[in-house]
């Protein structure tokens, strides 16, 4: 725990000295978060009657930011798994991975005051998603939430980090997941973020992959005014795989950006990553995917696309694809697409009968649903489905 605390006193000292990033440096250019840096949060914790639907047999819900173990379930967990807060684990890798400069992973490692902490022991195959569920209301509170997920050699776990928040609730979610991938294990993990409209959201992640690991990430975001993914992951074995793919629905005057970092370190990797948004209204996303192929990392395959449809003149995108290649052989493409509902097939589907206002929504569910067929975990799919529905409802009513 003197470890700990050491960590913790370091990067509260990091965070006081360096204070929230500007415009001025490379990777925040485009997003202004001199609005949340005004804010004054609290601490206080309270209680929350938001509704929430588990996706799967066991859920670990956090209200405002503490574990509520009333509204857990982790009833039948298979031995071999352990699930529970992560203020009762003294884990030496907490820290280890999201070590950035970022000034918001300072403040979490500083300021964290509880999160998840999950561990798949070796050969364990979970047959259930393992839901984390963070619900917030408490107006002009501050969460800082910590997750340290590690699947250990050839286990298998789904996980789903699911973030909802009481409409008009200014607070601030501040979170890292850490998570660690060993060899042969295959990790199928689904953001779901739904914020409030007035909160700020923030989330790192960080993953690591051993040899012939398999690590899958579906980040759908709707919520928060001002918010940004910043996911980071690392290949460190050969024959791993990463697909991460994402997308985001925005509307009124909501920013959100999504910073994607792939380091391809040894041989026979590969990384597929695919993130779509709509933007509606005077919205603005920024994307920034970066795969790096370090000179040891022959035979990559590498592919990273951005597409995006704008349904009003006001929405704006900043996408910018990157590829950082050292080594000489291998597969490695990526591209960005800007664009509209194509107006001709809009007029098709008029002339066959179809409401206009129904047949934007039915073009725009088509272009989103590239990223909702890659869901493998049916309920997840089902859930996400249905929240992109009732979206383009809103849009197009």
Request: some cysteine.
């Given at each position: 725990?003197?470890?700990?605390?050491?960590?913790?006193?370091?990067?509260?000292?990091?965070?006081?000295?360096?204070?929230?990033?500007?415009?001025?440096?490379?990777?925040?250019?485009?997003?202004?978060?001199?609005?949340?840096?005004?804010?004054?949060?609290?601490?206080?914790?309270?209680?929350?009657?938001?509704?929430?639907?588990?996706?799967?047999?066991?859920?670990?819900?956090?209200?405002?930011?503490?574990?509520?173990?009333?509204?857990?379930?982790?009833?039948?967990?298979?031995?071999?798994?352990?699930?529970?807060?992560?203020?009762?684990?003294?884990?030496?890798?907490?820290?280890?991975?999201?070590?950035?400069?970022?000034?918001?992973?300072?403040?979490?490692?500083?300021?964290?005051?509880?999160?998840?902490?999950?561990?798949?022991?070796?050969?364990?195959?979970?047959?259930?998603?393992?839901?984390?569920?963070?619900?917030?209301?408490?107006?002009?509170?501050?969460?800082?939430?910590?997750?340290?997920?590690?699947?250990?050699?050839?286990?298998?776990?789904?996980?789903?980090?699911?973030?909802?928040?009481?409409?008009?609730?200014?607070?601030?979610?501040?979170?890292?997941?850490?998570?660690?991938?060993?060899?042969?294990?295959?990790?199928?993990?689904?953001?779901?973020?739904?914020?409030?409209?007035?909160?700020?959201?923030?989330?790192?992640?960080?993953?690591?992959?051993?040899?012939?690991?398999?690590?899958?990430?579906?980040?759908?975001?709707?919520?928060?005014?001002?918010?940004?993914?910043?996911?980071?992951?690392?290949?460190?074995?050969?024959?791993?795989?990463?697909?991460?793919?994402?997308?985001?629905?925005?509307?009124?005057?909501?920013v959100f950006d999504t910073h994607m970092f792939?380091?391809?370190?040894?041989?026979?990797?590969?990384?597929?990553?695919?993130?779509?948004?709509?933007?509606?209204?005077?919205?603005?996303?920024?994307?920034?995917?970066?795969?790096?192929?370090?000179?040891?990392?022959?035979?990559?395959?590498?592919?990273?696309?951005?597409?995006?449809?704008?349904?009003?003149?006001?929405?704006?995108?900043?996408?910018?694809?990157?590829?950082?290649?050292?080594?000489?052989?291998?597969?490695?493409?990526?591209?960005?697409?800007?664009?509209?509902?194509?107006?001709?097939?809009?007029?098709?589907?008029?002339?066959?009968?179809?409401?206009?206002?129904?047949?934007?929504?039915?073009?725009?569910?088509?272009?989103?649903?590239?990223v909702l067929d890659e869901m493998k975990c049916?309920?997840?799919?089902?859930?996400?489905?249905?929240?992109?529905?009732?979206?383009?409802?809103?849009?197009?009513?």
């Amino acid at each position: 725990m003197e470890d700990l605390q050491q960590l913790r006193d370091k990067a509260a000292a990091d965070f006081e000295q360096r204070g929230f990033p500007t415009t001025k440096e490379e990777l925040w250019r485009f997003i202004d978060v001199s609005a949340l840096a005004k804010q004054e949060f609290s601490n206080d914790w309270q209680s929350t009657e938001i509704e929430f639907q588990p996706l799967g047999k066991y859920s670990l819900v956090f209200e405002n930011g503490k574990l509520s173990t009333e509204k857990s379930n982790l009833d039948g967990l298979p031995e071999g798994v352990k699930v529970g807060s992560i203020m009762d684990q003294a884990d030496a890798r907490l820290g280890t991975l999201a070590d950035s400069q970022s000034a918001f992973v300072a403040a979490n490692t500083a300021y964290f005051s509880d999160g998840a902490f999950i561990e798949v022991a070796e050969g364990v195959q979970l047959d259930s998603p393992i839901h984390l569920i963070y619900l917030a209301d408490a107006e002009g509170s501050a969460f800082h939430l910590r997750n340290l997920v590690s699947a250990g050699k050839g286990s298998k776990l789904t996980l789903i980090e699911q973030y909802i928040g009481e409409a008009e609730k200014v607070y601030w979610t501040n979170a890292v997941t850490e998570m660690f991938v060993s060899d042969h294990a295959a990790v199928d993990h689904y953001k779901i973020q739904q914020e409030s409209n007035a909160a700020f959201h923030f989330q790192t992640m960080e993953t690591r992959l051993g040899a012939d690991a398999r690590f899958s990430n579906h980040a759908i975001t709707t919520g928060a005014v001002l918010g940004r993914n910043d996911i980071r992951g690392k290949l460190i074995g050969a024959g791993g795989e990463a697909i991460c793919n994402g997308l985001y629905l925005l509307k009124g005057k909501q920013v959100f950006d999504t910073h994607m970092f792939m380091d391809h370190a040894v041989e026979k990797c590969n990384s597929h990553e695919l993130y779509k948004g709509i933007l509606d209204e005077k919205s603005k996303a920024i994307f920034c995917g970066r795969i790096l192929v370090q000179q040891d990392a022959q035979q990559t395959d590498a592919v990273q696309s951005n597409r995006n449809l704008l349904l009003s003149r006001g929405a704006k995108i900043h996408s910018l694809p990157q590829l950082e290649i050292y080594a000489d052989d291998v597969k490695c493409t990526h591209g960005a697409t800007v664009g509209e509902l194509d107006e001709a097939a809009l007029y098709y589907l008029e002339t066959r009968g179809i409401d206009p206002v129904r047949g934007k929504a039915m073009l725009t569910f088509a272009f989103a649903n590239e990223v909702l067929d890659e869901m493998k975990c049916s309920a997840v799919k089902t859930y996400v489905e249905k929240l992109v529905q009732e979206w383009l409802e809103k849009v197009s009513g």
